[in-house]
């Protein structure tokens, strides 16, 4: 019990750089791919298909290979980031077009009936959009955004490969240190369960509110 | 003076419209005047449908001209071209040519009263609060005084059709566009709604209703139109068009009904 | 930029790295998906025709799963119980084991939704030709819900494959390993992934349309 009580300092500092990685990676691909999601629904042909050939590229490829892509690739090529920087871009570039989706798929879901119906009250296209459009979206949007948050989470413990000292590189350091193995593990599992479980009821209940 | 009289509310001319290959409307000319009620019946796949969602350019016509009270919709006949109108100016024609839908599409997030404020905003520039007094007094209307704040998915079907007729005709439309209203509908709702519909027609409102209800055409339209493979067959008063079915297209449609005397 | 001189050829020498490190993840994919399904399914119809107190043994399953990082369950598996307990187990075979506990909690989900949406009216169907329970499992639940839950599946079953990626992690010489190991031997990074990439990326595509062929032949809209 004290070898828990003696490693949570160790462990609580990774996990606030866990998510530190994890909110600034959401924060940043809200802000890129929310609008760069309503331009793949509404934007003209020049603009929806390289965006759709971002989002299909990026999720063709393992987050891992991304992560070493953009950290080790990179400084080959003189473009030399920390490695920090480097794991934020990576993520943040997977998890852009996982957002550019949801966006998508929350617009296209919502009958046309609506935008009918809204044209023939005589509703203009920002009209359109922000009164009838946008709030039908936000609410499609919402549950699988949570979910995705939670994704970014786990998938943040990827970093810890390229030496972050996020939760997982730290219960790795512990464990190297005090030889006990499995109930750090556990542990370490229990403290991402603490995160991500609130979240995914979170979503769920979100789902059935607004579904 | 008489000009102003004779101008049909709605005059289309020659319009045809395909999607794909598929010709839907192969050139169909109607005018509508001022306070008449024009029933549209045929089969599926006539082009009923398409021909209503023409009017408020919807659906884009390939070809043939639709005016509204002496406008084109949808195009802008400057020098002989055919331009697209701008976003606005559509906004504009089609808040007169306003519409219920077959599947109510109501905004879900907005209550009845909001539903039916949100044109009279955005569209006709009223204020808010003169806009909910115009909508409240038409909910009271429909029959659904108790309802103004109800959110659609408390309400029926029927309800919310009304709410859906509501928010079409607060817009003080120049014609109203019906299409397939009670479709729908649950049998034992379709009347509440009907019953609007005919007291808006006694009111001398001009509209253009395509529907499946041959008793009620036949009791509340001047003239019932019937279209079959994309053209309009006969154009006549209902009954011309019900008793003496002058026409074998039409008289096996309307056997598929059975009888609609009262 | 410019004073990088890319050099492909070195890069080629290894390409059987890259090669062989795809079948590798292609096989432990294969089979995560087959065991896993296998898990999913019977979990499925635990929670759905099984004993009440189950269910939330299985929900406990589910969750946990779910919440926990793939990388962190890996080691767990690999380092974690070899410890405690007096097990020893080879890196691949640890790593299959994980993955498909991991896509086990996944399928289970998609596989519970696909036979609660196999209409009632078919497997009265099939009990009214005398079939047995068993039967009216094998022959109308279990390929209607499949059917129904391609879509689904198609996308698990993508993800599965790129997360063979993280066996990288404990050494198994599967693709995205094999890209490290030329990188760190060669120094050429950027050829090797500019090579390897379009290898994933080819492969999860070509998985995937194989899975929309399938779909459009027997997938059912629900």
Known sequence: ????????????????????????????????????????????????????????????????????????????????????????????????????????????????????????????????????????????????FVNSVVDTVKGSSLVSLLGIVDLMLSLQQVIGRTHVALPLYVMGALMYFSINFPLSVLSRRLEKRFI | ????????????????????????????????????????????????????????????????????????????????????RSDRDLAKLRADAAMVFQQFNLFPHLTATQNVMLGLVKSRGKSKSEARQIAHRWLSRVGLTDKFDAMPSQLSGGQQQRVGIARAVAMEPKVLLLDEITSSLDPELVGEVLAVVKELAVEGRTMLLVTHEMAFAKEVADRVVFTDQGHIVIDAPPNTVFEEQPNDRLRTFLSRFGSFHH | MGNYHFNFAIVWRYADKLFNGLLLSIELAALTIAIGMAIGLVLALIELDGPRWARPLIRAYVEFVRNVPLLLLVYLIFYGIPSAVDLEYDATTSFVATLSIYSGAYLVEILRAGLAAVPLGLIEAGKAIGLTPFGVLCYVRFPMALRIALPSLSNTYVSLFKDTSIASAIAVPELAYGMRWIETQTFRTMEVYLLATPIYLLTSYAILMMLRLVERRYAIAR
């Open chain 1, 1 to 144: 019990m004290t070898i828990f009580l003696q490693t949570l300092p160790f462990l609580l500092d990774g996990l606030l750089t866990t998510l530190l990685v994890a909110g600034s990676v959401v924060l940043i691909a809200i802000i890129l791919g929310i609008p760069a999601g309503c331009a793949l629904v509404f934007g003209p042909f020049w603009v929806r298909v390289p965006l759709r050939l971002y989002a299909d590229f990026v999720r063709g490829v393992p987050i891992l290979v991304l992560l070493y892509f953009v950290y080790y690739g990179l400084p080959a090529v003189q473009i030399n980031l920390s490695s920090m920087t480097a794991a934020v871009v990576a993520l943040t570039v997977f998890k852009t077009a996982q957002i550019i989706e949801i966006t998508r798929g929350a617009f296209q879901s919502i009958p046309p009936g609506q935008t009918d119906a809204a044209k023939s009250i005589g509703l203009g296209l920002m009209d359109r959009f922000v009164q009838v459009l946008a709030p039908q979206a936000i609410r499609r949007f919402l549950p699988p």
């Open chain 2, 1 to 84: 003076m008489s000009d102003i009289q004779l101008k049909p509310v709605i005059s289309m001319t020659g319009v045809t419209k395909s999607f794909g290959l598929n010709q839907v409307l192969k050139g169909v000319s109607l005018d509508i005047a001022k306070g008449q009620v024009v029933a549209i019946i045929g089969p599926s796949g006539s082009g009923k449908t398409t021909l209503l969602r023409c009017i408020n350019f919807l659906e884009e016509y390939d070809g043939g001209s639709i005016k509204i009270e002496g406008t084109e919709v949808g195009y802008k006949d400057a020098t002989g071209q055919r331009r697209r």
